[in-house]
């Protein structure tokens, strides 16, 4: 199946920084990916979904200057999460969309945890 | 918009049966898939129903009713393995877009 991976897989900083999290998909083109975020022992929660050489798209309650998204190529996507504050400590997941297959199917990466101190 | 519901843990014995039930109200419909996901791991895929009835994959079956908004996995011959997070997700575009319901929590006891 296809892989998606995910740098840094964890990741610690202070408070006040910005830390950036890439999502590849690394056998396939995606011109989708999406970005979650998941709280201990809660259901991940859609952020944003990234648009290959065009703006984000972000869910409602998602501020787009704090986490910024960038879909530069077709492997690739960025979050940024800027000024983090120990709030945004979480587990952050992406996926990558492929239409390769029999139906619409996302590709998972393996997450990366965010602790901000 | 969308709502989803599913039950929040259930526990069941090692080599036992145990069915998760996932309802959902939405103004679109482009697929219901289930993942697992362990702690700390990203969710992996396990099934997916676009059109009502049974798919059968393994010891996993999912199951889809379209007109009653409801889907179930079942898990056979549970191992302790299957000690995780199951979640319910529906997808209302082509896109791939996905709402996840909360999760439910299985727990396997020997």
């Known amino acids: 199946g296809a892989v998606v991976s995910q740098h840094p897989s964890r990741v610690i900083c202070k408070s006040g920084t910005s830390v950036k999290i890439e999502c590849r998909s690394l056998?396939?083109?995606?011109?989708?990916m999406f970005w979650y975020r998941q709280f201990p022992k809660k259901s991940l929660m859609l952020m944003a979904t990234?648009?290959?050489?065009?703006?984000?798209?972000?869910e409602q309650g998602v501020e787009k200057d704090k986490f910024l998204i960038n879909h530069a190529s077709l492997t690739l996507s960025t979050l940024t999460v800027t000024s983090a504050h120990p709030e945004d400590s979480s587990f952050y997941i992406c996926?990558?969309?492929?239409?390769?297959?029999?139906?619409?199917?996302?590709?998972f990466g393996p997450g990366t945890r965010l602790t901000v101190l | 918009g969308q709502n989803i519901d599913q039950p929040t843990e259930m526990t069941a014995t090692e080599g036992a049966i145990v069915q998760i039930n996932c309802t959902y109200q939405?103004?679109?419909?482009?697929?219901l898939f289930w993942y697992q996901q362990h702690a700390g791991e990203a969710p992996t895929f396990l099934s997916y129903?676009?059109?009502?009835g049974l798919e059968e994959k393994g010891r996993f079956s999912s199951f889809l009713s379209r007109s009653k908004g409801y889907s179930y996995l079942l898990l056979k011959e549970l191992q302790m393995k299957d000690s995780a997070s199951y979640l319910c997700?529906?997808?209302?575009?082509?896109?791939?877009?996905?709402?996840f319901g909360a999760g439910t929590q299985v727990v396997v006891t020997p």
């Open positions: 996926s990558a969309h492929s239409t390769s297959g029999s139906y619409n199917e996302q590709f």
């Open positions: 056998d396939f083109q995606a011109t989708t």
């Open positions: 990234s648009n290959e050489g065009s703006k984000a798209t972000y």
């Open positions: 939405t103004s679109g419909f482009n697929g």
């Open positions: 129903n676009v059109l009502d």
């Open positions: 997700a529906l997808t209302t575009d082509s896109w791939g877009k996905l709402q």
